[in-house]
Structure formats: C-alpha cells, structure tokens
C-alpha cells in the first residue's frame, strides 16, 4: 500500500505527527510550502519527529486562487511520479484543497481526517475548502458525531463515512507529559500557571479587515491592564498589525513569535483562559479542561458551546469581547460529554488505509 500525504499548514503537521508514525514506511509525505517559517513549519518535523517530506513544493503566500494553482500543478506530478494508491489530505486549507483535487483528476481515491465540519459560512475559505474536499473523496474520516451528521444531511454513502475521533486529541495526550517534562515556555517568559491569559488570532476575516483586528487588539490591550495575556503572533496578523500601525500601540500584552507545538500545549494547559479563533486551539482549550472564548461569528466545534466550555465573541465591539470575557472568567464549567474519541483516531485510520 502506497500512501502520499499532502501537508502544508501548521495544523497539518500536527494532526500528521501521530498518524505519520502509525503509516511508516507505506507513507510519502508532501510539503507544499504554504507555510515555510522555521517556527511555523520546521519546529514541528523536529518535535513531532515527521520524516522529513521527499517532495517539497516550496509555495507558499500569494492570492488563494495563485496559491492553489500552483500546488495543484506540482502535486499533479509528484502524483504521476509517485502513483499512491491513495492520496490523504487533512483539514480545509488551500494544501487540501489542491491535493484532493489534483487526487481526483488522476483517478486516485482520496482519503479525508477532519471530514465533516461544517461552520456553515461559506465566505470562509476554509468552509469551501473542506465541503470541496469531502465531495471529493472517498473515505471520510471523521472526528465527532457531529461532523457524521453534516455529511448524512449532504447524502454521504454511508460505507464512506468513518467515524474515527479526533486526531488532535491523539497528539494532545501524547505529547502533554512531554510537554510539562521540556518546555520552558513559562519560566522563559515569567508566566505562573493558572495566573495568565493564551490568545492566538489569525483568521482571514480577523486580519484582513481593519475595523475587526482593531477591536480585537483594542478589547484585548484593555484587558492586558487587568490581565497577563500572552500572545503568539501569526505572522499573518503581524503583517496586519503592522500594516494598520497598531502592534506598536499595544502596550499591555505580551507578543512573542508563533511557538513549537510542546510550548503551545504548556501554554494551554496552564492557562486560565484562552481567547482565540483558531480551530485546533478551541478544541484543545477543552482538552486541558481550560474555557475557551472564540473571536468569531461560528465555530465548527458546537458540541463545546455546551457547559460554558467555549463561547463565541465576534469582533463587533470592545464591550462585547470584554463582557464575553468576564463571563467565561467568572462563569461555572458544567460537566458534558466529550466527543471527540479515545485518543486512538490515528490506529483506527492507519487500520481502514492500510488494510
Ligand atoms: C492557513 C489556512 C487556515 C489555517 C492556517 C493555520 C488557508 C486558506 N488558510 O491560513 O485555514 O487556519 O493556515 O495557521 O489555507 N506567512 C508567513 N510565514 C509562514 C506562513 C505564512 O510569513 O510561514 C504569512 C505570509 O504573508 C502569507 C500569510 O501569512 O501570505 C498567510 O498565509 P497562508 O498560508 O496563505 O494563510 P494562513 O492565514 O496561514
Ligand atoms: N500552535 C502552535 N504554535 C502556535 C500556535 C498554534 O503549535 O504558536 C498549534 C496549536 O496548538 C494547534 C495548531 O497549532 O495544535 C492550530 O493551528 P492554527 O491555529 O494555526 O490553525 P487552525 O487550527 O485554526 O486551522
């Protein structure tokens, strides 16, 4: 069994590092290059120990229709050079997007991890990325049963659909211990567990407009005053910020450049909230039992808007992030069920693939 998996953001090396281990050697990884900063991409081959790729595509920034155009002409032939008898994709960036179509066009069935979620906006890229993907594959691999539901309502066959859990939560539960064992993330930064804030931001519909960044980082320099807050800065919003001549203004938080994967999860499972509009950081505020408020009008993640556990604040006002805030500060946590597996989403994956 020949398996060519196509990786290219951020998240995708991290759901790739357990699955990657489980695969071996029938797997051959592809990097696009859509993200290439050492502390955006290499950090993670390192930590999570992911071979490194035999193809890398070397695309990274430009205009979405650009970017894509470009991945899918060289995957078409790393495709033809490779002939996988599948294809695997992950998420709903522009890296899956082009993998699962240049797949399709060659007749190679496609595999999809994280199939299934839907924010129901389709201005997202991501919302057309990933409805693209599963329609265009054949095993559709998801994480919750809320996701199962999305693709029934879609008229998925039913043979297709796997429901595996998260593989994000499989990461988490590996790597925490080792996390708490050799990050130095709080010392080097003077954060004492339980006493700081952990806010990631970077979104197309946050930064790329100026009126929603700008209540962002106002809302959140106000509550820097009260509160240690300490944000990893994608360099897509530093690129915003600096654009709009705010990041010089913010003055009470504590911006440092995007960290490895050990340091994020430190960070997050001794925050005492987390404000973010990221996915994957939503779903592993709940992991380490942190609340979680979310800068955006949606979340694909609806099972943790249960319980107090996440709460969406869309950047419409200071006042309303600022109030959603205090309520999830002061706000009681409610047990509820957890959906997203038993931390074995990447066996049972490995398992359908390879047999
Ligand atoms: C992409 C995904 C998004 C995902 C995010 C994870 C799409 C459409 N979006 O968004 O779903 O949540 O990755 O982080 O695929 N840049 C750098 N260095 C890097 C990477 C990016 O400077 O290593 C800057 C460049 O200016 C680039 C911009 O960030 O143009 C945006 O990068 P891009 O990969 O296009 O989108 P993300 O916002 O990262
Ligand atoms: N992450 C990280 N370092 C950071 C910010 C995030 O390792 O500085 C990790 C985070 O723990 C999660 C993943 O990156 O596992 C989420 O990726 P991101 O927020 O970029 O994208 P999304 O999940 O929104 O697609």
Redesign the pocket.
């Known amino acids: 069994m020949h398996i060519l998996t196509v990786v290219?953001?951020?998240?995708q090396f991290i759901k790739a590092g357990p699955l990657s281990k489980k695969l071996g050697e029938s797997e051959t990884l592809v990097h696009t290059g859509?993200?290439?900063?050492q502390?955006?991409?290499d950090v993670f081959f390192e930590e999570l120990k992911i071979p490194p790729p035999k193809h890398h595509l070397g695309i990274?920034?430009?205009l979405?229709g650009e970017?894509t155009g470009r991945m899918l002409g060289e995957l078409e032939r790393v495709m033809l050079e490779e002939k996988p008898d599948w294809v695997l994709v992950y998420?709903?960036?522009?890296?899956?997007?082009a993998g699962a179509l240049a797949a399709s066009k060659l007749h190679i069935p496609v595999a999809h991890v994280e199939a299934g979620l839907r924010s129901f906006d389709r201005r997202m890229?991501?919302e057309v990325?990933r409805i693209v993907a599963d329609h265009l594959s054949e095993i559709l691999f998801a994480p919750t049963a809320a996701a199962v539901e999305n693709l029934h309502r879609e008229g998925f066959d039913e043979e297709a659909i796997h429901c595996v859990g998260d593989v994000m939560y499989d990461a988490a539960l590996y790597y925490a211990e080792t996390a708490i064992r050799e990050s130095q993330i709080l010392e080097k930064n003077a954060l004492r567990p339980q006493e700081f804030i952990l806010c990631t931001v970077?979104?197309?519909e946050n930064?790329d407009s100026a009126e929603s960044l700008t209540v962002i980082f106002q809302s959140l320099d106000i509550l820097g005053r009260t509160q240690e807050i300490v944000i990893p800065l994608?360099?897509?919003t530093?690129?915003a910020l600096v654009r709009i001549s705010l990041l010089e203004k913010l003055t009470h938080l504590k911006i440092v450049p995007p960290v490895g994967y050990l340091d994020m999860i430190q960070l997050e499972q001794n925050a005492k909230l987390v404000i973010t509009d990221?996915?994957?950081v939503q779903k592993e505020a709940f992991f380490f039992k942190v609340p979680c408020v979310t800068l955006r009008e949606t979340t694909e993640w609806i099972e943790l808007l249960e319980g107090g556990w996440n709460r969406l604040a869309p950047p419409h006002s200071t006042a309303g992030i600022l109030q959603s805030v205090e309520s999830a500060l002061t706000g009681e946590l409610s047990p509820i069920g957890f959906p997203f597996g038993d931390g074995n989403a990447c066996q049972r994956i490995a398992d359908i693939l390879l047999n």
């Open positions: 290219g953001a951020r998240p859509q993200h290439y900063d502390n955006m991409s990274g920034g430009g979405h970017q998420g709903d960036t522009n890296s899956t997007l890229p991501e990325n970077h979104r197309a930064t994608h360099p897509r530093r690129n990221s996915g994957g």
